[in-house]
């Protein structure tokens, strides 16, 4: 018995060092493939949407057309997303003079997002969603639905990268560093 417990515990220990195997592998090979491409009309359409901000002030999705533009899909109840908003604003401050503009579109409630912006803020703006950021998210890649996901548009709003999960900070930055206006 002693035997057969010790060969179930490898098996199991076995199989959670493959699946994470995988997971690490897949993980690596999405940092360098490239990025889905995207049908021209999401990008155009995405411009076409306003959402309400912190504040309540509505605000146009279309006032940062011609900017390299951060679009981050995220929610206040993601681990992930939070880790990395202190990383999108640091990298916000580094090249906004660049014409860099990162965006967090929560898929949250207005209530949840004000409460958690007031306690953590960040230095881009913050636009809620709610249930309507799940389609735009999706129209703009996101087939998973899940969050983080990021999206970096150039200034012709050519997508240059979708990223489902975290972005290093230092991988964003040099493709920032590439795709600036100057």
């Known amino acids: 018995m002693r035997n057969s417990t010790r060969f179930i515990v490898a098996l199991v220990a076995a199989m959670i060092a493959m699946t994470a ?70 990298l916000q401050a580094k090249h906004a003079a660049d014409g860099v503009q990162f965006v967090g579109i929560a898929l949250d409630t207005a209530e949840n997002v004000i409460s958690f912006s007031k306690q953590h803020p960040v230095g881009y703006p913050l636009l809620i969603a709610e249930s309507e ?35 290093p900070e230092s991988e964003l930055d040099g493709l920032l560093k590439r795709l600036v206006i100057r």
């Open 21 to 90: 195997g995988i997971y690490i592998g897949m993980g690596g090979r999405e940092s360098r493939r490239p990025e889905i491409s995207l049908p021209k009309e999401a990008v155009t359409q995405f411009f076409t949407v306003q959402l309400n901000d912190v504040n309540g002030k509505p605000q146009a999705l279309a006032q940062w057309r011609g900017k390299v533009l951060v679009i981050n899909f995220w929610a206040t109840w993601c681990p992930p997303c939070r880790e990395e908003m202190p990383e999108f604003s640091r």
């Open 133 to 167: 950021g799940t389609e735009l998210s999706r129209r703009l890649g996101n087939s998973q639905l899940a969050l983080p996901y990021t999206v970096v548009l150039g200034p012709q709003e050519e997508v240059q990268i979708t990223r489902l999960g975290r972005i």
